[in-house]
């Protein structure tokens, strides 16, 4: 026997909880969790979406297969930022080959490459600093990792070719997930028509920066020569508008993590001083038998690695996983019918006290929860976040690069660091300022 679905209360008759969703969408699914339990209902504008809670939901929303619970449908706000025929924007199969494209860029490898230049970027980003100051961590980690992520992914020339125009074009694109374009991506508004500008532009950029390097017949160690080099299991290669779409894809999977997660981990660092000798020895001991960090010394620092999986549980940068209902799905006594969202939320089932004792204290030596899909920060499933690993490397590099090199402190009361969702992604709220002092190491 099947049961109704709770219904949210506080729906407006014209446009239901979309005006709540839009102002404060992390603090209504909150509300909506603590009003209605493990899933409830709710309206946006129309689309009518089921919040699911747990790790037992989890399992089911992961496991089901795309042709049931879409996650292409679903993410539609996604395809005039990578553009069509790109990952959401394309037919299964050609997604699931652009899927191992991306794949064949994370090798061990290439990985180890990526150490090495998130390394000198964060040298190059601290050889001013001097012997102390101050900064805003949010708005530098986001201009640092943009240079990583690129030099990674467009190789040296062009990262060194880096203007302020192509960081003002990638954070058009970021500020065009707004929470409304869940429901309409394709709105008429300047923050689309932005964002619209912003890609355009960007393929013009790549476009020439490929047309470059095949005119000097140049090889590098880069996403973009794994994306040139590719084929589609007909021998097709890839076009300069796709392979646009697959570094932008690539930048958005790997960057904002990143950038988030490093200003998270740092800020944590600073609040909990408690850990500080224990994690500082940890650090030195990563440089004391080469000057360079090293793919497998970053792999063995498990209390950074404890930081930064802690800082994920307690401000997970994605909170809004969604799925387009293809067809009825039945999850317990319910059943969700087809045309509707399901969206899992992982800040909320990050912080249940049934699987995380303490839940809203931050503990780096907290064990990882038994169940394994309580804890969600990626995703999960067959649409896993691809960026996970380079964008751990990539905050393992830059803080142990930075904390090697210099004390961090707050500057502000510590509940003063808040959270924010302006767009679609977790991150501090302004000004997030620490202040920093060089080490004296004997």
Known sequence: MTRPIPFVSGASEEHGHLQEFNTTPLEFLHRAYQECGEICEFDLGGLRTVLLVGPEAHEAFFRTPDEQLSAAQAYQMMVPVFGEGIQYGAPPDIERQQLKMQVQGLKHDRMVNYAGVVERESEDFIQDWGDSGEFDIYEAFTQLTLKTSTHCLLGTDFRYQLTEEFSELYRDLEDGLAPSSISDPFQDDERFQRRDRARERLEELITERVRQRRESGGWEHDMLQVYMDSTYSDGRKLTD???????????????????????????????????????????????????????KGLREIPLLEGFIRESLRLHPPLNAITRRVMHDW????????????????????????????????????????ANLFAEIPFGGGRHKCIGNGFAILQVKAILSTLLHNYDFELTQPPESYGEIMPALILRPTDPCVLSYHRRERA
């Open 241 to 295: 508008h796709e392979i646009t779409g697959m570094v932008i894809w690539f930048m958005f999977a790997g960057h904002h993590t990143s950038s988030n997660t490093t200003a998270w981990t740092l800020l944590e660092i600073a609040r909990n001083p408690q850990y500080k000798q224990r994690l500082l020895a940890e650090i030195d001991a990563l440089f004391e038998d080469s000057a360079t960090l090293s793919l």
């Open 330 to 369: 039945s999850y317990k006594d319910y059943v969700v019918t087809a045309g509707k969202n399901v969206m899992v939320c992982p800040h909320i089932s990050h912080k249940l006290p049934e699987y995380f004792d303490r839940p809203e204290t931050f503990d780096p030596d907290r064990p990882a929860p």
